[in-house]
Structures are given as structure tokens and as C-alpha cells.
């Protein structure tokens, strides 16, 4: 079955690139996603890439796909602490008839002034 | 403006008792999804529905039930068969569209239920 695994934590200074690892299982992937979570409030889709990309560029954000090694990241330049939050990666598992999203555990970025 | 609204956010559930989330959308989505959340844990899919009157069990069904009698309208009901409810709960919705089904999906602000 599909598996989505992620860092549970990362901690980065105010005005530093963070970089949010996730790795997947899922060779028949479509699309990946990234999604951010702020306390007590749902999930807010940041951005999302293809599997036929490498990588993606919004503002920003840089989203990189290593098809080889299942492995996506998330670059947020200058980090800010209106940043800190959790932060989740999922896949669209192709093998269904239905787009179902499978998640990662989530990475809680902490930024520090 | 175009969203998803769930109610209440807070819910508070005696031992025993059901108690249904609610969940609606003005986005004209055909897919509306239930997902639970639980502490340094990613989501888990506990019922989805691509159609009106229709409607699938996700990968943790039990204890927990669904209706889709309206395309805007996904409900949630928690039944005394779930052992461990205390949890926060998230409604979704997208476009169904194509083979890849690759539209995003879109959450509203979820229910946080607590057992009293």
C-alpha cells in the first residue's frame, strides 16, 4: 500500500530557508502536494506538482521532485514567523478509481525570531 | 464568497451518545470527503462520497456514519460504536474530473470533539 513519511519537527531563524523533506512509496503517484496547517484551523493547500516535473516555483516556495528516489521537498525562502505551522505532504495514490489523498504525519515548523 | 463551512467547531459528546458534524459547501464540488485527525498524526480518510446518494467507506469506517442527500451537504455522525472519538475532525471537497482525478482537495476549519 502507499506510505507517506515525514520529519516530525524542524526549526529555522527568522529570515533562513527551511526545507521540508517528504518521502513516498507510491510509484503510480499523479500528483503531490503540499498542504499548511496553522493551530486549530484546517488545512490550507500551498501548492502542488505533477509527477512528470521536477520542480516548481511559487513566490516563495519551491517544490522539488525526485521521481528516482520517491522524495519531495518544500523550500520556503526567508522564512517568517507567520511560517510557523505544520506543514503536510500527500500524494494522490493512482491505483483507485477516486482521487485519495494519502498524508504524511506532518513536519511542525518552528521559526525563531 | 465560495468555502466550506463546518459546525460547530467545538463539540462536546456524553458517553453513549451520537452526535453529527456538520458540513456544507457552496464551491459546487462533486467529491466531499470526512477525514479524523489525531495528535502527531496525519489525516485519516473515514468516509468519502463522489455523487449525491452515494458515498464509500475510507480506511476507518467503523463507528461512524454518513449521508449525501444534497450535493452541498456531507454530515457526519459519530455513533456510540466509536470506542474513541475525542479527536479533530476535517471535511473536504473537490472537483472530480478525468482519469487522474488530480483536483486539490479543499478542507474547512474542522470540529474539535471532546468526550465529556
Known amino acids: 500500500g502507499e506510505d507517506v513519511e515525514q520529519s516530525l519537527f524542524l526549526s529555522v531563524r527568522e529570515g533562513d530557508s527551511s526545507v521540508i523533506n517528504c518521502t513516498y512509496t507510491?510509484?503510480?503517484?499523479?500528483?503531490l502536494y503540499w498542504y499548511k496547517q496553522e493551530p486549530g484551523a484546517g488545512l490550507q493547500l500551498l501548492t502542488y506538482?505533477?509527477?512528470?516535473?521536477d520542480m516548481k516555483q511559487d513566490q516563495r516556495l519551491t517544490v522539488l521532485l525526485n521521481k528516482k528516489d520517491k522524495h519531495l521537498s518544500l523550500r520556503i525562502a526567508d522564512t517568517q514567523t507567520g511560517d510557523s505551522a505544520i506543514y503536510f505532504c500527500?500524494?494522490?495514490?493512482?491505483?483507485?478509481?477516486?482521487?485519495?489523498?494519502?498524508f504524511g504525519q506532518g513536519t511542525i515548523l518552528t521559526v525563531h525570531p | 464568497d465560495g468555502g466550506i463551512t463546518q459546525s460547530p467547531k467545538y463539540l462536546f459528546r456524553k458517553e453513549g451518545q451520537n452526535v453529527t458534524l456538520s458540513c456544507e459547501q457552496n464551491?459546487?464540488?462533486?467529491?466531499m470527503y470526512w477525514y479524523r485527525q489525531d495528535p502527531g498524526q496525519g489525516l485519516r480518510l473515514i468516509y468519502y462520497?463522489?455523487?449525491?446518494?452515494?458515498?464509500q467507506k475510507g480506511d476507518i469506517a467503523e463507528g461512524y456514519s454518513v449521508s449525501r442527500e444534497k450535493k452541498e451537504s456531507f454530515p457526519l455522525t459519530v455513533t456510540s460504536a466509536q470506542k474513541n472519538p475525542t479527536a479533530f475532525y476535517l471535511c473536504?471537497?473537490?472537483?472530480?474530473?478525468?482519469?487522474?482525478?488530480?483536483?486539490?482537495?479543499?478542507f474547512g476549519d474542522g470540529t474539535r470533539l471532546s468526550i465529556l
Open positions: 507510491d510509484s503510480s503517484s499523479t500528483y
Open positions: 462520497s463522489q455523487i449525491v446518494n452515494d458515498f
Open positions: 473536504a471537497s473537490s472537483i472530480v474530473s478525468g482519469p487522474t482525478r488530480n483536483q486539490p482537495q479543499h
Open positions: 464551491l459546487n464540488h462533486d467529491a
Open positions: 506538482i505533477f509527477s512528470n516535473m
Open positions: 500527500a500524494e494522490i495514490y493512482g491505483g483507485t478509481s477516486y482521487g485519495k489523498l494519502t
